[in-house]
């Protein structure tokens, strides 16, 4: 069986693309079969989302393409921008991962949340779409092994010290 542990950047050659929905593209120990019909495993560092494009690759060096599969998603648009933002402060205050896009956000289907958008005033549709949600403000709450955060802390909640430049 194939594994798969390392993303890259670039290839000259893509062997195979593994066609997974948004759920499994956040787990990090996962078995899963390429659009060939070859099983693989995938391992990668805890916290890792796959997105659409990313490149994989394995002790073989055989580089795979993650393709983001279409799933029951709800695509939510509204009459104004005002309109739409409050709709984002809802589903971020129920911790729901949201899509933006350019005049619409995308969630998984969710009825009670459907219900809330509509009571908001929002375009509610069903469709079958790629999921490729915001990774937040801090990308996941993690940082590089340098200890680099992946987004800037903002100044209000970085913690001085008494030592540090102003």
Same mark, same amino acid.
């Given at each position: 069986?194939?594994?798969?542990?390392?993303?890259?950047?670039?290839? @000259?050659?893509?062997? &195979?693309?593994?066609?997974?929905?948004?759920?499994? =593209? %956040?787990? #990090?120990?996962? =078995?899963?079969?390429?659009?060939? *019909? %070859?099983?693989?495993?995938?391992?990668?560092?805890? *916290?890792? !989302?796959?997105?659409?494009?990313?490149?994989?690759?394995? %002790? @073989?060096?055989?580089?795979? =393409? !993650? !393709?983001?599969?279409?799933? +029951?998603?709800?695509?939510?648009? #509204?009459? @104004? &921008?005002?309109?739409?933002?409050? #709709?984002?402060?809802?589903? /971020?205050?129920?911790?729901? $991962?949201? $899509?933006?896009g350019d005049g619409f956000l995308r969630i998984r289907a969710d009825a009670?949340?459907?219900?809330?958008?509509? *009571?908001?005033?929002? /375009? !509610?549709? %069903?469709?079958?779409?790629?999921?490729?949600?915001?990774?937040?403000?801090?990308? /996941?709450?993690?940082?590089?092994?340098?200890?680099?955060?992946?987004?800037?802390?903002?100044? =209000?909640?970085?913690?001085?010290? +008494?030592?540090?430049? $102003?």
């Amino acid at each position: 069986m194939l594994t798969l542990h390392t993303k890259i950047s670039k290839a @000259d050659v893509i062997a &195979a693309q593994l066609v997974l929905p948004y759920e499994l =593209r %956040e787990k #990090c120990r996962l =078995r899963a079969t390429l659009d060939n *019909g %070859e099983d693989v495993a995938v391992f990668t560092v805890r *916290g890792t !989302v796959l997105r659409d494009g990313d490149l994989l690759t394995g %002790e @073989d060096q055989r580089v795979v =393409r !993650v !393709v983001a599969a279409p799933e +029951p998603t709800y695509k939510v648009t #509204c009459a @104004d &921008a005002h309109a739409l933002l409050r #709709c984002a402060f809802h589903l /971020g205050n129920r911790h729901t $991962q949201a $899509q933006v896009g350019d005049g619409f956000l995308r969630i998984r289907a969710d009825a009670v949340l459907k219900e809330m958008l509509a *009571g908001l005033g929002a /375009g !509610v549709v %069903e469709e079958m779409a790629a999921f490729e949600p915001e990774s937040g403000a801090y990308g /996941g709450g993690h940082a590089h092994h340098d200890g680099n955060p992946l987004a800037p802390i903002p100044l =209000r909640q970085k913690i001085h010290r +008494p030592g540090d430049p $102003q």
